[in-house]
């Protein structure tokens, strides 16, 4: 609401960076430092922490880096870092059971803030633009261009912008549409973890927690998550799913210093242990492909599989070719009519489209949704 104000003393920003800096540090307090390192080296938890700090390093450039920025950067991006891209290494049962509530509230605020800067609804703001081309680099604003007159430069001088602010929002869309995601997985899978769900669970027990079990612990998921393909048609999807169904994991097993460091532990202290995924295996050939999905015929669809394998090279390079030089004619270095090469990128995602395992494919999309 303040930032829809134009107050002339931005010093009173301070009091909401004061107040509100607790708030992620409160979070930081009750995360995991191995976890928190496990994270780091995700690449969901980069992306989306690398597209937070993008949107609001751009927007904060429109207040000119003044008090205002400090209340994105200082609150609202750490706050965004821990509840959302490190909310999985939280110790604390009660804040994991509550993320949802964490996650709709920073989805609610990230949608005002792109609102808002959308609607040019900020008081006392510009426009920054990156100008870049044959001159160099510098920076200027939006008026700035609006305002300057053409004076019939030479047609090898190219210049080109970048406003600032449309990376801002970009970078924000990003990452509300991320945060969604997260949203929605923590209401519809309250026990599973955000973003190490696809190569752990977590299974969270106090004094219950026992290595004599000859099983996980109550209440573990059972999911299999990593395909393996075999060399030959080795069955039918119809068993593949039976046998997925029936997969289930192995006794716990814990080397010797992680179980001497569970059994000095006291009852009411809690235990988080990461599992590698069951892994299982799908029947692979050529009428497992997605070219055979699409056709019917193996025979066909082996002779077109093998004739783009033998290929390949060719059909990367001329890929890799095509998008240099359209790249060039989107800059208009070339003409820009040349863009039309990018069309000869299109064989070498098809060859790797069409030998795919479609039973695997499915899998992924059925993850995805």
Same mark, same amino acid.
């Given at each position: 609401?303040?930032?829809?104000?134009?107050?002339?003393?931005?010093?009173?920003?301070?009091?909401?960076?004061?107040?509100?800096?607790?708030?992620?540090?409160?979070?930081?307090?009750?995360?995991?430092?191995?976890?928190?390192?496990?994270?780091?080296?995700?690449?969901?938890?980069?992306?989306?922490?690398?597209?937070?700090?993008?949107?609001?390093?751009?927007?904060?450039?429109?207040?000119?880096?003044?008090?205002?920025? &400090?209340?994105?950067?200082?609150?609202?991006?750490?706050?965004?870092?821990?509840?959302?891209?490190?909310?999985? &290494?939280?110790?604390?049962?009660?804040?994991?059971?509550?993320?949802?509530?964490?996650?709709?509230?920073?989805?609610?605020?990230?949608?005002?803030?792109?609102?808002?800067?959308?609607?040019?609804?900020?008081?006392?703001?510009?426009?920054?633009?990156?100008?870049?081309?044959?001159?160099?680099?510098?920076?200027?604003?939006?008026?700035?261009?609006?305002?300057?007159?053409?004076?019939?430069?030479?047609?090898?001088?190219?210049?080109?912008?970048?406003?600032?602010?449309?990376?801002?929002?970009?970078?924000?869309?990003?990452?509300?549409?991320?945060?969604?995601?997260?949203?929605?997985?923590?209401?519809?899978?309250?026990? +599973?973890?955000?973003?190490?769900?696809?190569?752990?669970?977590?299974?969270?027990?106090?004094?219950?927690?026992?290595?004599?079990?000859?099983?996980?612990?109550?209440?573990?998921?059972?999911?299999?998550?990593?395909?393996?393909?075999? +060399?030959?048609?080795?069955?039918?999807?119809?068993?593949?799913?039976?046998?997925?169904?029936?997969?289930?994991?192995?006794?716990?097993?814990?080397?010797? &210093?992680? +179980?001497?460091?569970?059994?000095?532990?006291?009852?009411?202290?809690?235990?988080?242990?990461?599992?590698?995924?069951?892994?299982?295996?799908?029947?692979?050939?050529?009428?497992?492909?997605?070219?055979?999905?699409?056709?019917?015929?193996?025979?066909?669809? +082996?002779?077109?599989?093998?004739?783009?394998?033998?290929?390949?090279?060719?059909?990367?390079?001329?890929?890799?070719?095509?998008?240099?030089?359209?790249?060039?004619?989107?800059?208009?270095?070339?003409?820009?009519?040349?863009?039309?090469?990018?069309?000869?990128?299109?064989?070498?995602?098809?060859?790797?489209?069409?030998?795919?395992?479609?039973?695997?494919?499915?899998?992924?999309?059925?993850?995805?949704?």
């Amino acid at each position: 609401i303040a930032l829809l104000h134009d107050i002339e003393d931005k010093r009173w920003y301070w009091l909401f960076v004061c107040a509100g800096v607790w708030l992620p540090l409160n979070c930081l307090s009750t995360r995991n430092p191995v976890l928190l390192r496990q994270l780091l080296t995700n690449f969901d938890a980069l992306f989306s922490i690398t597209n937070c700090l993008v949107a609001f390093v751009c927007i904060g450039a429109s207040f000119r880096f003044d008090e205002r920025a &400090a209340t994105l950067l200082l609150v609202l991006f750490p706050y965004f870092v821990m509840a959302g891209a490190m909310g999985d &290494a939280t110790m604390s049962d009660n804040e994991f059971k509550l993320r949802a509530s964490a996650l709709g509230f920073a989805g609610l605020v990230f949608t005002s803030v792109l609102f808002m800067d959308l609607g040019h609804l900020f008081k006392d703001t510009e426009s920054p633009v990156l100008a870049w081309g044959t001159s160099g680099l510098w920076v200027t604003t939006a008026d700035a261009i609006t305002n300057t007159t053409s004076t019939g430069d030479a047609p090898w001088n190219v210049t080109r912008h970048t406003y600032v602010r449309s990376v801002g929002v970009t970078r924000l869309a990003f990452m509300i549409a991320y945060i969604f995601t997260l949203f929605v997985g923590s209401i519809t899978k309250p026990d +599973e973890c955000s973003i190490l769900k696809n190569s752990a669970r977590r299974t969270v027990g106090g004094a219950q927690f026992s290595l004599d079990k000859a099983t996980t612990p109550s209440g573990a998921e059972k999911e299999a998550v990593e395909a393996e393909r075999g +060399e030959g048609d080795t069955g039918t999807i119809e068993e593949t799913n039976q046998a997925q169904a029936e997969c289930e994991f192995d006794e716990l097993k814990l080397n010797e &210093a992680r +179980e001497k460091a569970i059994e000095n532990l006291r009852e009411e202290e809690e235990v988080v242990v990461l599992m590698p995924a069951k892994e299982f295996v799908i029947a692979h050939g050529p009428k497992r492909t997605v070219l055979y999905w699409l056709c019917g015929d193996a025979e066909r669809t +082996e002779k077109i599989n093998d004739y783009l394998e033998g290929v390949k090279a060719l059909l990367a390079n001329l890929s890799a070719a095509s998008v240099l030089l359209s790249i060039l004619g989107m800059l208009e270095v070339v003409p820009y009519e040349l863009t039309w090469f990018m069309i000869l990128a299109l064989p070498d995602p098809l060859r790797k489209l069409f030998k795919l395992n479609a039973h695997a494919v499915s899998l992924v999309l059925h993850e995805l949704d």
